[in-house]
Protein backbone atom coordinates (compact mmCIF):
# COMPACT_ATOMS: atom_id res chain seq x y z
CA UNK A 1 0.00 0.00 0.00
CA UNK A 2 1.21 3.63 -0.70
CA UNK A 3 2.64 5.53 1.97
CA UNK A 4 1.34 8.95 3.56
CA UNK A 5 4.26 10.38 1.32
CA UNK A 6 4.56 8.63 -1.73
CA UNK A 7 0.12 8.92 -2.06
CA UNK A 8 0.74 12.82 -1.69
CA UNK A 9 3.63 12.64 -4.26
CA UNK A 10 1.99 11.24 -6.95
CA UNK A 11 -1.10 13.40 -6.95
CA UNK A 12 1.59 16.52 -6.98
CA UNK A 13 3.40 15.20 -9.40
CA UNK A 14 0.06 14.64 -11.91
CA UNK A 15 -1.82 17.70 -11.59
CA UNK A 16 -0.73 20.77 -13.08
CA UNK A 17 -0.89 24.65 -13.01
CA UNK A 18 -4.85 25.93 -14.89
CA UNK A 19 -4.11 28.80 -17.52
CA UNK A 20 -3.24 32.30 -16.73
CA UNK A 21 -5.74 35.25 -16.53
CA UNK A 22 -5.51 38.61 -16.31
CA UNK A 23 -7.08 40.18 -13.36
CA UNK A 24 -7.99 43.48 -11.73
CA UNK A 25 -5.47 44.62 -9.38
CA UNK A 26 -7.23 43.68 -5.88
CA UNK A 27 -9.01 40.52 -7.28
CA UNK A 28 -5.34 39.05 -7.31
CA UNK A 29 -5.31 39.50 -3.51
CA UNK A 30 -4.73 35.82 -2.18
CA UNK A 31 -4.10 34.53 -5.09
CA UNK A 32 -0.90 33.40 -6.40
CA UNK A 33 1.11 35.79 -9.05
CA UNK A 34 1.72 33.62 -12.29
CA UNK A 35 4.98 34.88 -13.32
CA UNK A 36 7.53 36.56 -12.04
CA UNK A 37 7.19 40.89 -11.29
CA UNK A 38 10.40 42.37 -12.43
CA UNK A 39 10.54 45.82 -10.90
CA UNK A 40 9.95 48.31 -13.99
CA UNK A 41 10.98 51.49 -12.13
CA UNK A 42 12.86 52.93 -9.30
CA UNK A 43 11.53 52.90 -5.54
CA UNK A 44 11.40 55.58 -4.43
CA UNK A 45 10.88 57.04 -8.12
CA UNK A 46 12.97 60.32 -6.91
CA UNK A 47 15.24 61.36 -4.19
CA UNK A 48 13.23 62.64 -1.64
CA UNK A 49 12.83 63.76 2.09
CA UNK A 50 12.57 61.09 4.86
CA UNK A 51 11.41 64.05 7.52
CA UNK A 52 9.58 67.10 7.99
CA UNK A 53 12.09 69.65 8.44
CA UNK A 54 14.77 71.68 6.23
CA UNK A 55 16.87 70.56 3.23
CA UNK A 56 20.29 72.04 3.60
CA UNK A 57 23.51 71.76 2.11
CA UNK A 58 25.47 69.56 4.53
CA UNK A 59 28.70 72.03 4.16
CA UNK A 60 26.88 74.71 5.31
CA UNK A 61 25.66 73.32 8.64
CA UNK A 62 27.38 73.06 12.47
CA UNK A 63 26.41 73.32 15.66
CA UNK A 64 24.95 76.50 15.96
CA UNK A 65 24.97 77.60 12.40
CA UNK A 66 22.05 80.06 11.24
CA UNK A 67 20.21 79.35 8.04
CA UNK A 68 17.95 81.99 6.59
CA UNK A 69 14.68 80.07 5.07
CA UNK A 70 14.21 80.74 1.71
CA UNK A 71 11.28 78.31 0.19
CA UNK A 72 9.21 75.79 1.22
CA UNK A 73 7.86 72.27 -0.45
CA UNK A 74 5.19 70.15 0.27
CA UNK A 75 5.35 66.55 -0.61
CA UNK A 76 4.17 66.42 -4.71
CA UNK A 77 5.50 70.30 -4.89
CA UNK A 78 7.90 70.96 -7.86
CA UNK A 79 11.57 70.65 -7.25
CA UNK A 80 13.19 73.72 -6.07
CA UNK A 81 17.24 74.47 -5.59
CA UNK A 82 18.78 75.20 -2.24
CA UNK A 83 21.09 78.26 -2.49
CA UNK A 84 24.32 77.80 -0.69
CA UNK A 85 24.28 78.93 2.75
CA UNK A 86 20.25 78.61 3.01
CA UNK A 87 17.52 76.11 3.59
CA UNK A 88 14.15 75.18 2.34
CA UNK A 89 11.30 73.94 4.56
CA UNK A 90 10.30 70.32 3.15
CA UNK A 91 8.03 67.87 3.90
CA UNK A 92 8.01 64.14 4.04
CA UNK A 93 7.81 62.70 0.50
CA UNK A 94 8.81 66.10 -1.34
CA UNK A 95 11.55 65.85 -3.70
CA UNK A 96 14.97 66.68 -2.41
CA UNK A 97 16.07 70.35 -3.62
CA UNK A 98 18.63 70.74 -6.16
CA UNK A 99 21.64 71.90 -4.32
CA UNK A 100 20.61 69.78 -0.98
CA UNK A 101 22.32 67.08 0.40
CA UNK A 102 20.90 66.58 3.56
CA UNK A 103 17.82 67.27 5.56
CA UNK A 104 17.10 68.60 9.25
CA UNK A 105 14.52 67.55 10.81
CA UNK A 106 12.62 70.53 12.59
CA UNK A 107 13.02 68.61 16.11
CA UNK A 108 16.86 69.37 15.40
CA UNK A 109 16.23 73.08 14.51
CA UNK A 110 15.28 76.59 16.65
CA UNK A 111 12.59 77.89 14.47
CA UNK A 112 12.77 81.44 14.09
CA UNK A 113 11.39 83.92 11.94
CA UNK A 114 12.20 83.55 8.27
CA UNK A 115 15.53 81.65 9.69
CA UNK A 116 16.42 78.05 11.66
CA UNK A 117 19.45 77.39 14.13
CA UNK A 118 21.21 74.51 13.84
CA UNK A 119 21.13 72.55 17.29
CA UNK A 120 22.87 69.65 16.50
CA UNK A 121 25.73 68.08 13.64
CA UNK A 122 24.17 67.48 9.90
CA UNK A 123 25.87 64.53 7.40
CA UNK A 124 25.22 64.58 3.90
CA UNK A 125 22.76 62.32 3.54
CA UNK A 126 20.74 62.70 5.90
CA UNK A 127 17.01 62.00 6.10
CA UNK A 128 17.19 61.23 2.38
CA UNK A 129 15.83 58.49 0.69
CA UNK A 130 17.74 58.22 -2.41
CA UNK A 131 15.84 57.05 -5.46
CA UNK A 132 16.06 53.16 -6.35
CA UNK A 133 17.72 52.44 -2.66
CA UNK A 134 14.52 50.07 -2.02
CA UNK A 135 14.27 48.72 -5.73
CA UNK A 136 16.17 49.42 -8.70
CA UNK A 137 13.98 48.17 -12.00
CA UNK A 138 14.72 45.06 -13.41
CA UNK A 139 15.15 43.73 -9.67
CA UNK A 140 12.82 40.59 -9.33
CA UNK A 141 10.90 41.63 -6.54
CA UNK A 142 7.98 38.80 -6.53
CA UNK A 143 8.95 35.09 -7.56
CA UNK A 144 5.96 33.13 -9.66
CA UNK A 145 3.73 31.48 -7.27
CA UNK A 146 3.99 34.14 -4.43
CA UNK A 147 0.56 34.37 -2.85
CA UNK A 148 -0.15 38.04 -2.89
CA UNK A 149 -0.69 39.51 0.42
CA UNK A 150 -1.15 43.38 1.14
CA UNK A 151 2.54 44.00 1.02
CA UNK A 152 2.72 42.91 -2.56
CA UNK A 153 -0.33 44.59 -3.64
CA UNK A 154 1.33 47.36 -2.48
CA UNK A 155 4.62 46.73 -4.40
CA UNK A 156 2.11 46.01 -8.10
CA UNK A 157 0.67 49.09 -7.01
CA UNK A 158 3.37 51.45 -6.58
CA UNK A 159 4.27 50.09 -10.19
CA UNK A 160 1.21 51.45 -11.90
CA UNK A 161 0.01 47.60 -12.66
CA UNK A 162 -3.77 48.25 -12.57
CA UNK A 163 -3.97 43.60 -13.49
CA UNK A 164 -2.08 41.31 -12.45
CA UNK A 165 -1.72 37.69 -14.43
CA UNK A 166 -2.72 34.85 -12.08
CA UNK A 167 -3.98 30.84 -12.28
CA UNK A 168 -7.81 30.51 -13.21
CA UNK A 169 -9.33 29.88 -9.91
CA UNK A 170 -10.07 26.11 -9.99
CA UNK A 171 -13.58 24.48 -10.22
CA UNK A 172 -14.29 21.85 -8.14
CA UNK A 173 -17.25 19.72 -8.47
CA UNK A 174 -18.55 17.88 -5.15
CA UNK A 175 -20.40 14.84 -5.49
CA UNK A 176 -21.98 13.18 -2.68
CA UNK A 177 -22.87 9.60 -2.89
CA UNK A 178 -24.80 7.29 -0.94
CA UNK A 179 -28.49 5.75 -0.74
CA UNK A 180 -28.94 6.79 3.14
CA UNK A 181 -28.14 10.53 2.29
CA UNK A 182 -30.59 13.29 1.93
CA UNK A 183 -30.02 17.26 1.56
CA UNK A 184 -30.32 19.45 4.37
CA UNK A 185 -33.87 21.12 3.28
CA UNK A 186 -35.53 17.74 2.59
CA UNK A 187 -37.85 16.30 4.82
CA UNK A 188 -35.87 13.49 7.16
CA UNK A 189 -36.61 9.52 6.75
CA UNK A 190 -35.70 6.99 8.97
CA UNK A 191 -32.29 6.05 9.00
CA UNK A 192 -31.34 9.01 6.95
CA UNK A 193 -28.31 10.91 7.33
CA UNK A 194 -27.73 14.61 6.02
CA UNK A 195 -25.25 14.99 3.49
CA UNK A 196 -22.56 17.48 5.18
CA UNK A 197 -19.56 16.48 3.04
CA UNK A 198 -20.90 18.57 0.10
CA UNK A 199 -21.01 21.46 2.48
CA UNK A 200 -17.33 20.69 4.29
CA UNK A 201 -15.52 20.24 1.02
CA UNK A 202 -17.20 23.85 -0.85
CA UNK A 203 -16.21 25.81 2.08
CA UNK A 204 -12.57 23.77 2.47
CA UNK A 205 -12.54 24.85 -1.54
CA UNK A 206 -13.47 27.72 -1.38
CA UNK A 207 -11.14 28.75 1.65
CA UNK A 208 -8.35 28.20 -0.98
CA UNK A 209 -10.23 30.26 -3.45
CA UNK A 210 -11.26 27.85 -5.30
CA UNK A 211 -14.74 27.89 -7.05
CA UNK A 212 -17.06 24.79 -5.56
CA UNK A 213 -19.65 23.12 -7.73
CA UNK A 214 -22.27 21.51 -6.09
CA UNK A 215 -23.19 18.18 -7.75
CA UNK A 216 -25.74 17.34 -4.96
CA UNK A 217 -25.84 13.64 -4.20
CA UNK A 218 -25.61 10.24 -5.71
CA UNK A 219 -27.57 7.04 -5.50
CA UNK A 220 -25.45 3.87 -4.81
CA UNK A 221 -26.36 2.67 -8.17
CA UNK A 222 -24.36 2.92 -11.51
CA UNK A 223 -27.15 4.63 -13.31
CA UNK A 224 -27.32 7.60 -10.59
CA UNK A 225 -23.37 7.63 -10.53
CA UNK A 226 -22.87 7.47 -14.31
CA UNK A 227 -25.51 10.55 -14.75
CA UNK A 228 -23.28 12.64 -11.90
CA UNK A 229 -20.29 12.04 -12.04
CA UNK A 230 -20.26 12.53 -16.39
CA UNK A 231 -21.29 16.20 -15.38
CA UNK A 232 -18.48 16.09 -12.60
CA UNK A 233 -15.54 15.48 -15.05
CA UNK A 234 -16.82 18.44 -17.05
CA UNK A 235 -14.45 20.65 -13.97
CA UNK A 236 -11.45 21.09 -13.61
CA UNK A 237 -11.25 18.74 -10.78
CA UNK A 238 -13.83 16.04 -9.19
CA UNK A 239 -14.42 15.06 -5.52
CA UNK A 240 -16.88 12.69 -4.77
CA UNK A 241 -17.40 11.50 -0.82
CA UNK A 242 -18.10 7.76 0.02
CA UNK A 243 -18.62 4.69 -1.79
CA UNK A 244 -15.34 3.98 -2.01
CA UNK A 245 -14.48 1.04 0.43
CA UNK A 246 -14.87 -2.67 -0.24
CA UNK A 247 -19.08 -2.72 0.49
CA UNK A 248 -21.03 -4.31 -1.94
CA UNK A 249 -22.72 -0.89 -2.66
CA UNK A 250 -19.19 0.99 -2.96
CA UNK A 251 -19.39 1.53 -6.96
CA UNK A 252 -17.52 4.58 -7.61
CA UNK A 253 -14.50 3.71 -8.47
CA UNK A 254 -16.41 0.92 -10.70
CA UNK A 255 -18.28 3.57 -13.07
CA UNK A 256 -15.33 6.06 -12.85
CA UNK A 257 -13.09 3.68 -14.36
CA UNK A 258 -16.12 2.81 -17.07
CA UNK A 259 -15.78 6.52 -17.57
CA UNK A 260 -12.58 6.79 -18.46
CA UNK A 261 -10.71 7.72 -15.39
CA UNK A 262 -7.27 6.10 -15.23
CA UNK A 263 -6.93 5.41 -11.45
CA UNK A 264 -3.53 5.98 -10.21
CA UNK A 265 -4.08 4.62 -6.71
CA UNK A 266 -6.64 3.34 -4.38
CA UNK A 267 -6.14 3.02 -0.56
CA UNK A 268 -3.46 4.60 1.51
CA UNK A 269 -1.37 3.51 4.30
CA UNK A 270 -3.21 6.36 6.77
CA UNK A 271 -5.42 6.41 9.71
CA UNK A 272 -8.68 8.13 8.68
CA UNK A 273 -8.50 8.26 4.88
CA UNK A 274 -7.06 4.77 4.09
CA UNK A 275 -9.90 4.33 1.57
CA UNK A 276 -8.98 7.11 -0.50
CA UNK A 277 -8.39 6.81 -4.60
CA UNK A 278 -7.07 8.91 -7.21
CA UNK A 279 -7.09 9.60 -10.76
CA UNK A 280 -7.30 11.12 -13.69
CA UNK A 281 -9.33 11.59 -16.50
CA UNK A 282 -7.02 13.16 -18.97
CA UNK A 283 -6.01 16.42 -16.98
CA UNK A 284 -9.08 16.19 -14.76
CA UNK A 285 -7.53 14.79 -11.43
CA UNK A 286 -9.96 12.87 -9.82
CA UNK A 287 -10.17 12.43 -5.48
CA UNK A 288 -12.90 9.64 -4.28
CA UNK A 289 -12.39 10.64 -0.60
CA UNK A 290 -13.71 8.29 2.41
CA UNK A 291 -17.60 8.87 3.17
CA UNK A 292 -17.18 9.54 7.24
CA UNK A 293 -16.97 13.20 7.52
CA UNK A 294 -14.15 13.54 9.79
CA UNK A 295 -11.93 10.68 6.87
CA UNK A 296 -13.29 13.28 3.90
CA UNK A 297 -12.54 16.18 5.77
CA UNK A 298 -8.78 15.19 6.62
CA UNK A 299 -8.25 13.60 3.02
CA UNK A 300 -9.21 16.86 1.36
CA UNK A 301 -6.61 18.59 3.47
CA UNK A 302 -4.10 16.19 2.92
CA UNK A 303 -3.85 15.30 -0.75
CA UNK A 304 -6.52 17.51 -2.11
CA UNK A 305 -5.53 20.98 -0.95
CA UNK A 306 -2.28 21.10 -2.14
CA UNK A 307 -2.88 19.75 -5.45
CA UNK A 308 -5.65 22.22 -5.60
CA UNK A 309 -2.74 25.08 -4.75
CA UNK A 310 -0.73 23.56 -7.19
CA UNK A 311 -3.26 23.82 -9.81
CA UNK A 312 -3.82 27.63 -9.15
CA UNK A 313 -0.26 28.30 -9.55
CA UNK A 314 0.92 28.30 -5.66
CA UNK A 315 4.52 27.94 -5.24
CA UNK A 316 4.50 26.59 -1.84
CA UNK A 317 1.71 24.33 -1.40
CA UNK A 318 2.21 22.35 1.87
CA UNK A 319 1.67 23.47 4.94
CA UNK A 320 5.10 24.01 7.19
CA UNK A 321 5.15 21.09 9.92
CA UNK A 322 6.25 22.31 13.13
CA UNK A 323 7.62 19.97 16.05
CA UNK A 324 5.13 20.14 19.10
CA UNK A 325 5.46 18.48 22.53
CA UNK A 326 2.81 15.50 23.14
CA UNK A 327 1.25 16.33 26.47
CA UNK A 328 0.08 13.02 27.21
CA UNK A 329 1.07 9.07 25.53
CA UNK A 330 -0.30 7.97 22.65
CA UNK A 331 -0.71 4.66 22.25
CA UNK A 332 -1.57 3.20 17.99
CA UNK A 333 -1.37 0.17 16.00
CA UNK A 334 1.90 0.02 14.39
CA UNK A 335 1.84 -0.25 10.64
CA UNK A 336 0.05 2.99 9.53
CA UNK A 337 0.48 7.02 9.78
CA UNK A 338 -2.04 7.93 11.99
CA UNK A 339 -3.23 11.86 10.77
CA UNK A 340 -4.43 13.08 14.57
CA UNK A 341 -6.36 15.67 14.99
CA UNK A 342 -4.87 17.50 17.83
CA UNK A 343 -5.76 20.82 19.81
CA UNK A 344 -2.68 23.16 19.37
CA UNK A 345 -1.58 25.17 22.42
CA UNK A 346 1.52 28.05 23.13
CA UNK A 347 3.31 27.36 26.69
CA UNK A 348 4.33 30.72 28.54
CA UNK A 349 8.00 29.72 26.98
CA UNK A 350 6.56 29.91 23.67
CA UNK A 351 6.91 25.91 22.71
CA UNK A 352 3.75 24.57 20.97
CA UNK A 353 1.87 21.41 22.66
CA UNK A 354 -0.58 19.22 21.45
CA UNK A 355 -3.47 16.75 22.75
CA UNK A 356 -5.48 14.95 21.60
CA UNK A 357 -8.87 16.89 21.63
CA UNK A 358 -10.96 13.62 22.59
CA UNK A 359 -12.20 10.82 20.81
CA UNK A 360 -10.17 9.63 17.64
CA UNK A 361 -12.67 7.47 16.11
CA UNK A 362 -13.71 8.72 12.51
CA UNK A 363 -17.25 8.73 13.40
CA UNK A 364 -16.61 11.46 16.59
CA UNK A 365 -17.15 15.02 14.39
CA UNK A 366 -16.45 16.61 17.78
CA UNK A 367 -12.88 16.39 18.12
CA UNK A 368 -12.81 17.55 14.51
CA UNK A 369 -14.59 20.77 15.81
CA UNK A 370 -11.93 21.24 18.78
CA UNK A 371 -8.92 20.39 16.81
CA UNK A 372 -6.76 23.08 15.51
CA UNK A 373 -3.94 20.69 14.21
CA UNK A 374 -3.16 17.59 12.65
CA UNK A 375 -0.31 15.20 14.60
CA UNK A 376 1.63 12.80 11.83
CA UNK A 377 2.42 10.00 14.09
CA UNK A 378 4.44 7.33 12.16
CA UNK A 379 3.71 4.67 10.63
CA UNK A 380 6.29 2.17 12.25
CA UNK A 381 5.58 3.51 16.06
CA UNK A 382 2.97 2.17 18.55
CA UNK A 383 3.44 4.30 21.29
CA UNK A 384 4.52 7.54 21.79
CA UNK A 385 5.24 9.05 25.55
CA UNK A 386 4.26 12.28 27.04
CA UNK A 387 6.36 15.12 26.70
CA UNK A 388 7.74 13.53 22.99
CA UNK A 389 8.02 15.73 20.15
CA UNK A 390 5.75 15.06 17.06
CA UNK A 391 5.54 17.09 13.69
CA UNK A 392 2.30 19.19 13.48
CA UNK A 393 0.53 21.44 11.14
CA UNK A 394 -2.11 23.80 11.70
CA UNK A 395 -5.87 23.50 10.59
CA UNK A 396 -6.97 26.76 8.54
CA UNK A 397 -5.06 30.04 9.47
CA UNK A 398 -3.64 31.34 12.14
CA UNK A 399 -6.60 31.67 14.37
CA UNK A 400 -5.91 27.95 14.88
CA UNK A 401 -4.05 29.26 17.67
CA UNK A 402 -6.60 31.41 19.02
CA UNK A 403 -6.07 34.50 17.35
P1 LIG B 1 -19.33 4.90 3.09
O1 LIG B 1 -17.92 5.28 2.73
O2 LIG B 1 -20.26 5.00 1.95
O3 LIG B 1 -19.34 3.56 3.74
O4 LIG B 1 -19.78 5.95 4.20
C1 LIG B 1 -19.14 6.01 5.43
C2 LIG B 1 -19.95 6.78 6.44
O5 LIG B 1 -19.99 8.13 6.07
C3 LIG B 1 -21.39 6.34 6.56
O6 LIG B 1 -21.77 6.41 7.92
C4 LIG B 1 -22.14 7.37 5.76
O7 LIG B 1 -23.48 7.52 6.13
C5 LIG B 1 -21.33 8.61 6.04
N1 LIG B 1 -21.46 9.57 4.94
C6 LIG B 1 -21.24 9.26 3.65
N2 LIG B 1 -21.45 10.35 2.88
C7 LIG B 1 -21.75 11.35 3.70
C8 LIG B 1 -22.09 12.71 3.48
N3 LIG B 1 -22.11 13.24 2.26
N4 LIG B 1 -22.37 13.48 4.55
C9 LIG B 1 -22.36 12.94 5.78
N5 LIG B 1 -22.07 11.67 6.05
C10 LIG B 1 -21.77 10.86 5.02
MG1 LIG C 1 -22.08 4.50 1.36
Same mark, same amino acid.
Given at each position: ???????????????????????????????????????????????????????V?AVDCQVGS????????????????????????????????????A?VP??ET????????LLGTVKSGD?????????????????????????????????????????????? /??? =?? &? +???????? *???? $?? %????????????????????????????????????????????????? /??? =?? &? +???????? *???? $?? %??????????????????????????????????????????????????????????????????????????????????????????????????????????????????????????????????????????????
Open positions: MLSFHQARQQILDAVQPLALEKVPLLDAAGRAVAEDVMASQSLPAFDNSAMDGYARVLPVKGYLPAGGSPVTVAPGSAVKIMTGAPLPAGADIFEEEQPEQIRHIRWKGEDIRPGDRVIAAGTVLRPAEISLLASFSMSTVRVRRRVRV /AIL =ST &G +DELQEIDE *LRFE $GS %VVNSNSWALAAAVREIGGVPLMLGIARDNLESLREKLIDGLQADVLITS /AGV =SA &G +DRDLVREV *LDEL $GV %VQQFWKINIKPGKPTAFGMKETVPVFSLPGNPVSTMITFEEFVRPALLKMMGHRVVLKPLFKAKLQEPVKKRAGRLQLMRVAVELNSAGELLVASPGDQNTGILRTMIYATGIALLEAERDFYAAGEQVDVHLLGAATALGY
